[in-house]
């Protein structure tokens, strides 16, 4: 074998060990990042665990430094804490819950607070685009359009399912504001605090019905087929609202200019 040859080969060798040193190091890198990606999960769930934990024995130490003999302290104290109830008959009410409660904490809680607070944003969006002019009774009618409407079977389940509605497609949205483009220009100002203030007033039930159990409405500069097979409820600033006809009055050819 010529002296050539014996290089060549020794190059080979030498390329293919670095090749070898090279994948195994890669190797080794993936290894790493692998673990410290699974060190942080658990990690993660770890810390989520004790703060759940954490929260728990705080509540449990709390019911039981607050265990008395005493007949009357006793007696407020099973009263628990207070908390605002939504009462669509009376408006808002007080009502009680067990400190025992506190035991059932999780972070998860969070997520649901998340949840209420879209929920929000998404009734303000509809007072703020459908009736940020009308005065507040006005305001309050058109909330509670989407809250009647979320009440319903007929309509989705959630405030912004309902709002939300048919904003899919080029036609059919139930808020016209959804695809007619006025979105375009963000809410603002004191009219989108205003509108934040009532939709809040009315998903908490501070504010009674005053639609009369309506799901529709429109402007009175307009006057849509639809409303011919409603029961009109009420008008309320530029608005005309409508309810859906119960048995009894779809039977007896009940029409839209008589109103409930």
Known sequence: MSSIERMDMDTARSQQKQVATAIHL?????????????MNVASTRARVQDENLAVMALASRYLE???????????????????????????????????AALRTFDFAHFDDARLQANELNCLSEAIYY???SEPRDGQVAVAQVVMNRQ??????????????????????????????????????GRAWTRSQEVALHV??????????RATH????????????????????????????????ERLAGAVQDRDA
């Open 130 to 132: 459908e009736a940020r």
């Open 217 to 248: 409405y429109h402007t009175v500069a307009v006057d849509p087929i639809w409303n011919d097979t409603l029961i009109r409820t009420r008008t309320i600033g530029t608005h005309i609202f409508y309810r859906n006809p119960t048995t009894r």
């Open 151 to 188: 009440a319903s079977r007929y309509y989705p389940g959630s405030i912004c399912g309902v709002v939300y509605q048919g904003s899919e497609r080029r036609t059919g949205c139930q808020f016209s504001f959804t695809c007619d483009g006025s979105m375009d220009r963000a809410p603002r």
């Open 26 to 38: 890669l190797a080794m890198l993936l290894l790493c990042a692998a673990m410290v990606l699974a």
């Open 203 to 212: 998903y908490m039930g501070f504010r009674p019905d005053n639609t009369r």
């Open 65 to 99: 430094a607050t265990e008395v003999n005493d007949t009357e302290q006793a007696g407020r104290i099973a009263m628990g804490a207070l908390q605002l109830v939504a009462d669509r008959d009376n408006g808002v009410r007080i009502d009680s819950r067990s400190l």
